[in-house]
């Protein structure tokens, strides 16, 4: 949830990301009370309660916090670079036993749920399976250690220790706590961690981009044709974008960006031209005929 919080705010880029945020906005606007109380505030920290196995029960057990814990939770808002000066007054308020404050974020925070994660929620789940499928694999093959450097972005080993390139700048020892992998698919940015007490402590990762959620209940045809990254390319190139670009505003490698322009252009689809040391893209009228067909 506050992955998804995050990415209504400032956007998240991926190939479905724009077409789910201009649908989540219509549902939960940014400007109402319950809007600004839920997404006003992002921390590059991760907060790492277990709240429960599902919504119903996470904001019951949110209500059930005992002061240590409460404290602990804020403690997390002041780890790393902050907007702002710790966590927002209203959860302060909420966690801290104001019985009042706490019932309005609860209603809020279901709000921003039904809206904003509840409709792809079978597609987060179905994404979940296959990111624990492909870890097993590797695991299977190559072991714990290849599968950590494999499966999270910008990981290495420097002998017994794991180093992810991360704004969040600390050593983290698991002295049998144990690690939790969460894959979260509203994130697109470095890996993060949590760690409170002695609970296992949490390592979120941006899923892979080869995994999407479906938009609403139409069916993008040009995304059946060409699979919906390379159907993102096309529509992006509507105007000129080096591969640098692509990359960029749809998250996903410098190779595979060059890899899906090259397909388009072997399809008539885009042209590609070189100027200096940047390779410059762009549809095509075939392209543009292609992608006006089947908007």
């Known amino acids: 949830m506050k992955f998804a919080a995050r990415a209504l705010r400032q956007g998240i880029r991926t190939p479905w990301g724009q077409r789910w945020r201009c649908r989540a906005l219509a549902a939960f606007p940014l400007s109402a009370p319950s809007g600004r109380a839920v997404v006003g505030h992002f921390s590059w920290s991760l907060s790492p309660t277990v709240l429960g196995d599902d919504f119903d029960e996470g904001m019951r057990s949110i209500e059930g916090l005992g002061p240590r814990q409460a404290n602990a939770e804020l403690a997390v808002f002041r780890r790393g670079p902050t907007e702002g000066d710790g966590a927002?007054?209203?959860?302060?308020?909420?966690?801290?036993?104001?019985?009042?404050?706490m019932l309005a974020l609860g209603?809020?925070?279901?709000?921003?749920?039904?809206?904003?994660l509840e409709p792809y929620w079978p597609e987060i789940q179905a994404n979940h399976r296959i990111e624990l499928a492909r870890q097993g694999r590797v695991m299977a093959h190559l072991g714990v250690r290849a599968m950590l450097s494999t499966v999270i972005p910008g990981a290495r080993w420097e002998g017994d220790c794991l180093e992810i390139d991360s704004p969040q700048r600390h050593t983290v020892a698991l002295?049998?706590?144990?690690?939790?992998?969460?894959?979260?698919?509203?994130?697109?940015?470095?890996?993060?961690?949590?760690?409170?007490?002695?609970?296992?402590?949490?390592?979120?990762?941006?899923?892979?981009?080869?995994?999407?959620?479906?938009?609403?209940?139409?069916?993008?045809?040009?995304?059946?044709?060409?699979?919906?990254?390379?159907?993102?390319?096309?529509?992006?190139?509507?105007?000129?974008?080096?591969?640098?670009?692509?990359?960029?505003?749809?998250?996903?490698?410098?190779?595979?960006?060059?890899?899906?322009?090259?397909?388009?252009?072997?399809?008539?689809?885009?042209?590609?031209?070189?100027?200096?040391?940047?390779?410059?893209?762009?549809?095509?009228?075939?392209?543009?005929?292609?992608?006006?067909?089947?908007?």
């Open 88 to 101: 927002p007054h209203y959860l302060r308020h909420a966690i801290s036993g104001n019985r009042e404050a």
């Open 107 to 116: 209603r809020a925070t279901t709000r921003a749920y039904a809206a904003v």
């Open 175 to 295: 002295r049998g706590r144990g690690l939790v992998l969460t894959p979260a698919v509203f994130w697109a940015e470095s890996p993060l961690v949590g760690e409170l007490g002695d609970q296992p402590v949490i390592l979120a990762y941006p899923t892979s981009t080869d995994l999407t959620i479906r938009i609403g209940t139409e069916s993008d045809s040009l995304a059946a044709i060409l699979g919906p990254t390379r159907a993102a390319v096309l529509r992006m190139l509507t105007g000129e974008h080096t591969t640098g670009d692509i990359a960029r505003n749809l998250g996903i490698s410098p190779a595979s960006a060059s890899e899906h322009a090259s397909a388009l252009r072997q399809a008539r689809l885009t042209h590609s031209r070189r100027d200096g040391k940047a390779v410059i893209h762009h549809a095509t009228e075939l392209g543009v005929d292609l992608i006006d067909a089947n908007r």
